[in-house]
């Protein structure tokens, strides 16, 4: 592995902008005027838009200091240009109202080669789900899951990564982790949700650079990238967030230990120059120690909200009150790892009748042929039934359903 | 319709967080102008607030749920409200099927009738069968080419005007015969069974009876009774609320977490009766006026929400040849799909239709919608967009507009004055 010479951060915050006097958004226009004001004041943060979503960016921070100032600066600015607007930065990751997905992307530099991009990207593989856990902010109303934007694949924005041959591969975009290299020098995150707050925004991409640069020096043996292991992991943490159980090399771990003995170890000691946060990332173990998310803090804000454009609504109201994540995760109980799910469980649980093959490779995502050998152990197990449709695409029965109905 | 108001005070009322507030309405979540007559108007509601939220102040925003909308609407507008339009009034005619095909005959014997919603896009078609919830699959997927599951059921008591369709149904069930102009009643809904909500037990079966409500009909005295399977399916459980006419709501079916997303109903408001969640797409008739017709698709993914979201045209598909709708005075107007074959949808898709005074209102919904009410429409046709969002688009086109075309979708109707 090749050392990273020049440690450099960039962030892609995306957040919605919403409008106060009717809770939607505000629209692609204002998000733009916003923009160009924004872009007025500070040109050098590059502020920009992605679709309906405001963009927080920083351009290159070359140290800790500058990644947190900076993002906080483009925030402050943006926020205070929104309020002119009648208008509220709402951070959280899916805007469950009109579907909009948005993300914490983080980029990581400078790569100075293919082969060094692909192999780090193989070695953060097995560690993205935890990143998953940690910046879940995506909670669905229906409880079911913390991180829904990645549980979606993020609109196909962020979709499950498969190991990559560093001598014969090529990069791709769209995946939880996107090699930006050679157009740009850098290997983006993208499976963050939108943070909350400037400081945590900042937090989870120096920790993510201190991971990748950890992972770059460090001369130990690194985990293989397993898929199917990755894939459960990160299933587990889009329905509970740090509260998730995964399995590392083989080993039950739970999601906030990932956490609390890797990553931020990792980031400590990769970080280097480029220097960390002074507390030593403490909100984050904070979190890991409480098993908490950001998505838990917006569920409790929900209470027994069960509506989206309620629940939109009072998010802006909260932020717009200067409600905070940070101050409430001091107070707030701890919560309990989680059990993880069994994946025939899980799979079978997607599965009615005259279910479509693509729908159940939709609810694991794992290897398409991992998955259908469990759908293959399911039907020889008696528990569900496999044939083919009028196109000849292959459709599932659950077998109780087609029991029941006597089909 | 979600109403958006300005909270003028709020008192504690419990120390769980209750408060009642007195609101102003200012707007709505969906629209800019929801009503001109509830706009500014004070009330007063319950509401409860999470303890870790910031108390709720003078000048706060507060977003309602639809349940609340309709609450306010109701308390602001008592004695305005005009009558609750019959159900039948809009029925699109149903039983000019595709006789060499066996899947239209085999449906219509399932399907109640099809509603088309006065001043909304939708098509709701109501289904009773006495064969069960493997019809009703088999119903909605042949609906979605197989991209979904269903269930279905009828909630609460209310008026029903039967159709064509909707004799054959009682005539198979009970072997008699019904005249076409009977109306009927939904008496009430009897839960026979509710399993609990597990991967693996899912069903819960419903018998509904229908008591002949009209004079002219008196041949009619039976009682027949479909019995309704819903299937709430696995991991992505579907749920059914019920919004009884005082405004609260009852989760009927699932007495444990019913998932909210299973009954927005109001995703698409004003003119869709269509709602979308993470994971579900719910159709709702006459919510307004308490219970109705709801159902449930369950769906897997968000990149099938388009997809989904086309029920209504492949009803168009599979239950007619033509479809007159009609409103008030206005002008008939009627649709012929001449093609559905490879509608794709990544793009965005049309979404439902439905006449008005001077023509016909389509909406579309896709990340794009202005592009899309052109692709659907185009300038030719000099059509006035209105953008309810980001993502939804309403065309008004001209009377004289002589079709439609989403070039991405290969869905050409056309549109002819009748």
Redesign the interface.
């Known amino acids: 592995m090749s050392e990273i010479k020049n440690i450099t951060a960039g962030i892609d915050w995306e957040i919605p902008l919403v409008d106060?006097?009717?809770?939607?958004?505000v629209?692609?226009n204002k998000i733009a005027e916003l923009v160009e004001k924004a872009r007025e004041k500070a040109p050098e943060l590059e502020i920009g838009q992605d679709?309906?979503l405001i963009e927080v960016r920083i351009g290159m921070a070359r140290s800790y200091r500058e990644l947190s100032t900076n993002t906080q600066k483009a925030f402050d600015i943006s926020g205070e240009i929104a309020a002119k607007m009648k208008a509220v930065l709402v951070p959280m990751g899916y805007r469950?109202?009109?579907?909009n997905p948005a993300g914490g992307h983080i980029h990581f530099g400078s790569i100075e080669s293919f082969h060094q991009a692909a192999t780090l990207y193989n070695r953060l593989m097995p560690y993205v789900p935890a990143f998953v856990a940690l910046s879940a902010s995506s909670p669905?109303?229906?409880?079911?899951?913390k991180d829904?934007r990645i549980r979606?694949?993020a609109?196909?924005c962020s979709q499950p990564m498969s190991p990559l041959d560093p001598e014969l591969g090529r990069e791709s975009w769209g995946t939880d982790v996107c090699i930006k290299y050679p157009y740009k020098a850098t290997l983006e995150l993208r499976a963050c949700d939108s943070q909350p707050a400037p400081r945590m925004m900042a937090d989870i991409a120096a920790l993510y650079v201190g991971v990748c640069a950890y992972l770059l020096k460090t001369g130990d043996k690194p985990l293989e990238p397993n898929v199917v292991e990755y894939g459960l992991n990160r299933l587990n943490a889009c329905l509970d967030g740090l509260q998730a159980s995964f399995n590392l090399g083989g080993t039950k771990i739970a999601a906030a230990e990932v956490v609390e003995n890797y990553l931020i170890p990792w980031a400590l000691e990769g970080l280097g120059a480029f220097g960390a946060p002074e507390d030593g990332f403490e909100i984050f173990k904070l979190m890991a120690k409480k098993r908490i998310c950001p998505a838990d803090?917006m569920r409790?804000?929900?209470?027994?909200?069960?509506?989206?454009?309620?629940f939109?609504?009072?998010m802006?109201?909260?932020y717009?009150?200067?409600?905070s994540f940070i101050e409430?995760l001091g107070s707030a109980e701890a919560l309990k790892t989680l059990e993880s799910r069994g994946e025939k469980?899980?799979l079978?649980?997607?599965?009615?009748?005259?279910?479509?093959l693509?729908?159940a490779h939709?609810?694991l995502p794992c290897p398409r042929a991992y998955t259908e050998k469990l759908l293959d152990e399911l039907a020889s197990e008696g528990l569900l039934v496999k044939r083919f449709?009028k196109k000849n695409?292959i459709?599932l029965d659950r077998a109780?359903?087609l029991e029941?109905?006597q089909? | 319709m979600?109403y958006?108001a300005?909270i003028e005070s709020a008192s504690l009322k419990d120390s769980s967080?209750l408060y009642e507030l007195k609101i102003a309405l200012?707007?709505?979540?969906?629209s800019e102008k929801p009503n001109s007559k509830l706009k500014g108007k004070s009330t007063t509601i319950d509401r409860?607030?999470?303890i870790?939220?910031?108390p709720?102040?003078a000048g706060?925003?507060?977003?309602?749920?639809?349940?609340?909308s309709e609450l306010v609407r109701k308390t602001i507008l008592a004695g305005e409200l005009p009558e609750r339009p019959a159900v039948g009034e809009a029925i699109a005619q149903v039983g000019d099927f595709d006789s060499d095909s066996k899947k239209e005959v085999f449906l219509a014997n399932s399907v109640l009738s099809l509603s088309v919603l006065p001043n909304r896009g939708g098509l709701i078609p109501k289904i009773a069968t006495s064969k069960?919830?493997?019809v009703l699959?088999?119903f909605f997927?042949s609906g979605l080419r197989?991209?979904f599951?269903a269930g279905i059921g009828i909630l609460s008591e209310g008026e029903f005007n039967p159709g064509k369709a909707d004799f054959k149904a009682i005539r198979k069930s009970s072997g008699k015969r019904a005249k076409a102009c009977m109306k009927a009643k939904i008496a009430g809904v009897a839960i026979k069974q509710t399993v609990a909500l597990t991967?693996?037990s899912q069903?819960i079966e419903l018998d509904f009876e229908f008591v002949n409500d009209d004079k002219k009909a008196k041949k009619l005295d039976f009682s027949p009774q479909f019995k309704m399977?819903f299937?709430p399916?696995?991991?992505?459980h579907s749920g059914i609320r019920a919004i009884d006419s005082s405004g609260e709501t009852h989760p009927y079916f699932l007495p444990e977490?019913v998932?909210?997303?299973?009954w927005?109903e109001d995703w698409v408001p004003d003119y869709g009766d269509i709602a979308?969640?993470?994971a579900s797409f719910v159709a709702v008739e006459n919510l307004e006026a308490g219970g109705g017709l709801v159902f449930v698709f369950?769906r897997?993914?968000?990149?099938r929400?388009w997809a989904q979201s086309l029920a209504i045209l492949p009803n168009l598909r599979l239950f007619g040849k033509k479809l007159t709708m009609k409103k008030g005075d206005s002008a008939k107007i009627g649709l012929k799909i001449v093609a559905l074959d490879g509608l794709a949808v990544s793009k965005g898709t049309l979404l439902g239709w439905t006449a008005c005074e001077d023509g016909l209102l389509v909406s579309v919904i896709g990340?794009h919608p202005e592009k899309l009410v052109a692709n659907v429409a185009g300038a030719s046709f000099g059509v006035a967009l209105k953008s309810f969002?980001?993502?939804i688009a309403v065309a008004k086109l001209a009377k004289d507009v002589s079709s439609i075309e989403i070039p991405e979708s290969g869905l050409k109707i056309e549109v002819k004055n009748v």
């Open positions: 106060k006097s009717s809770g939607r958004s629209g692609k679709l309906d469950e109202a009109d579907l669905s109303l229906d409880g079911r899951f829904t979606l694949d609109c196909h803090w409790a804000i929900a209470g027994r909200i069960d509506d989206p454009w309620s939109i609504g009072e802006t109201r909260v717009s009150r200067g409600g409430w469980a899980l079978l649980s997607s599965i009615g009748l005259n279910t479509p693509e729908s939709q609810s449709g695409e459709l109780d359903l029941r109905f089909l | 979600n958006t300005k967080g200012i707007g709505s979540c969906q409860a607030f999470s870790i939220a910031p709720p102040a706060d925003l507060v977003v309602l749920s639809k349940a609340e069960g919830a493997p699959d088999e997927q197989g991209t599951e991967a693996d069903i399977h299937l399916l696995g991991e992505k977490s998932p909210p997303w299973a927005h979308m969640g993470e369950d897997k993914s968000v990149s929400i990340r969002s980001d993502e």
